[in-house]
């Protein structure tokens, strides 16, 4: 699987913008991106995901770089609900779409300041 | 989206024994998948389980430690036998489609 690199944790003040980086400089072309996040105590939970085009849905924005090397997770306007740890995935779905298991890295612990 | 039914939540266990962790899922799915995340740490995944046949076990983990039973299409049970400390973690279940959908996790803690 393609590795993912993220920043070990990030900080960010309550009711601002919040920009989660990823480098995934071996993606290949059927790699798509997955963010997911997991809060204290709970299953992780999928926040978005994308190929090529950034995609927005009503948990966040994925912006993905032209070459796709890079991707940033954007929370609009972060709230407390939002420190969590936030994972970065690469997922094949070349063969078995849908069905291709998610290979976890370590993730971006991300504290909201109040 | 699925609904996951994930029990025990948590449990504590001696030394020695085995514990057998259930996962309920409110549709069929084809695959389900066990992971495990030690104390402070990523999760890993131990092995996938297709209904019909068996399990498919990821490199360090083996069909004695982590039997896994997967009866039906909503189903399927993790057990980790002959536990000793070194297994206490928490180990959550999954559905994968274009989204993943996990259980709430049972923690384990084995003395």
């Known amino acids: 699987d393609a590795k993912t690199t993220q920043p070990n944790s990030m900080e960010s003040n309550e009711e601002e913008p919040v920009h989660l980086p990823c480098n995934h400089s071996t993606i290949s072309g059927t790699d798509y991106i997955h963010w997911y996040r997991q809060l204290p105590s709970q299953g992780p939970e999928y926040v978005i995901h994308?190929?090529?085009s950034n995609v927005n849905n009503r948990m966040a924005s994925l912006a993905i770089a032209e070459d796709r090397k890079s991707s940033t997770l954007i929370l609009h306007r972060a709230t407390l609900r939002d420190a969590a740890v936030y994972y970065c995935i690469l997922r094949d779905e070349s063969t078995n779409f849908g069905n291709e298991k998610l290979t976890f890295g370590t993730g971006t612990r991300l504290t909201i300041i109040p | 989206s699925a609904v996951i039914s994930q029990k025990p939540s948590r449990d504590i266990c001696q030394r020695g024994t085995s514990l057998t962790i259930q996962c309920q899922v409110d549709s069929q799915v084809t695959m389900m998948f066990w992971y495990r995340q030690q104390p402070g740490q990523s999760l890993t995944l131990i092995a996938t389980a297709n209904q019909g046949s068996e399990a498919t076990y990821e490199s360090g983990f083996v069909i004695d430690k982590f039997p896994i039973s997967r009866p039906n299409l909503t189903f399927s049970t993790l057990t980790v036998s002959n536990m000793s400390p070194e297994d206490s973690s928490i180990y959550l279940c999954s559905v994968e489609g274009t989204e993943a959908f996990f259980g709430q996790g049972t923690r384990l803690t084995v003395v």
């Open positions: 994308g190929l090529t």
